[in-house]
């Protein structure tokens, strides 16, 4: 009896080292095969699907819509613009920020809930044209003032409604938009057929 347990036991050593080296081999094959299965599936079925139907790109929320640390954008001057009287007489400077491409000009004032007294942003376009704006995701409240190539104010939309998606066009063709806090026009008494001459620094 004693040799046969002995074989016994070693005929079990053996399936044991041979059972062993089978689920090395498929816990190897799997790490290799792995990465062609997840392929063939495609990685997308673990991105979580949007729940309200928007395709939440860059173009739908721009990437300037917050600074590094996480806040809101500041203010940052690039410019300084005079409003001027229909007689070109200087009726007030302030600082402007600029918004020349067309990410900036999507961005504008979007998510800010500061902008100082004295400063505004200017967009400027390639050429004459019509145009209109709204105050999607904008929350304060702004006087947009449209401006012709010739730099002639030619229609003002005073105290615009924060968060408001209704359109608000130029009543004339405009090359530049000049947005200022509500209020700014009528205080500093700005119309149609007044001018703004700027400079970039």
Do not use: C, H
Request: hydrophobic content about 40%; overall charge positive.
């Amino acid at each position: 009896m004693a040799n046969f347990e002995r074989r016994g036991a070693q005929a079990k050593k053996g399936s044991l080292r041979g059972m062993i080296v089978i689920l090395l081999i498929i816990v190897l094959l799997g790490g290799m095969l792995l990465p062609s299965i997840k392929g063939f599936f495609g990685d997308n079925a673990s991105a979580p699907a949007s729940d309200n139907g928007v395709n939440n790109t860059s173009e739908s929320i721009p990437s300037t819509s917050t600074n590094e640390q996480g806040g809101e954008p500041k203010f940052v001057k690039q410019g300084e613009l005079k409003l001027l009287d229909a007689n070109k007489k200087e009726l007030k400077k302030i600082d402007i920020e600029l918004a020349t491409t067309e990410a900036k000009r999507a961005q504008g004032l979007m998510y800010r809930s500061y902008m100082g007294p004295d400063q505004g942003m200017l967009f400027i376009f390639d050429a004459q044209q019509p145009q209109a704006f709204w105050m999607e995701n904008t929350k304060i409240p702004l006087d947009i003032i449209y401006i012709d190539k010739n730099m002639k104010i030619v229609s003002i939309a005073k105290n615009t409604v924060p968060f408001s998606r209704q359109s608000i066009p130029s009543k004339s063709p405009a090359q530049y938009v000049l947005e200022l806090n509500a209020g700014y026009a009528d205080a500093y008494k700005i119309k149609e057929g007044d001018y703004i001459s700027y400079t970039t620094l």
